[in-house]
Nanobody
Framework: QVQLVESGGGLVQAGGSLRLSCAASRSIFSFYTIGWYRQAPGKQRELVAR???????NYADYVKGRFTISVDTAKNTVNLQMDSLKPEDTAVYYCNAGLITDSVVYTYWGQGTQVTVSS
């Protein structure tokens, strides 16, 4: 069983910054992908940023240049630095990780952390 525990959400004014962290209960090297999704009220959950075991990172167009994902392999955490926040970034942010065992793909989610950006 994998646990993902997020922290760092909160309330910030537009233009401000927040840093989210997600602590995994096992080695980061276990996952073929780890990253962040978000879900705003009334909307579908969407990708924000992710890092893959091949070393690539992917960002949603609407966060490119503002958000930065990083992985700390020593602490088994994945972080999301969010700068120049906009009210439309308001959402619950979820940590996500995927691993493959015996050719079966498993997907794990954290409990979510609220990010609210005021105008």
């Amino acid at each position: 069983q994998v646990q993902l525990v997020e922290s760092g959400g909160g309330l910030v004014q537009a233009g401000g910054s927040l840093r989210l962290s997600c602590a995994a209960s096992r080695s980061i090297f276990s996952f073929y992908t780890i990253g962040w999704y978000r879900q705003a009220p009334g909307k579908q959950r969407e990708l924000v940023a992710r890092s893959t075991s091949s070393g690539t990172t992917n960002y949603a167009d609407y966060v490119k240049g503002r958000f930065t994902i990083s992985v700390d392999t020593a602490k088994n955490t994945v972080n999301l630095q969010m700068d120049s926040l906009k009210p439309e970034d308001t959402a619950v942010y979820y940590c996500n990780a995927g691993l493959i065992t015996d050719s079966v793909v498993y997907t794990y989610w954290g409990q979510g952390t609220q990010v609210t950006v005021s105008s």
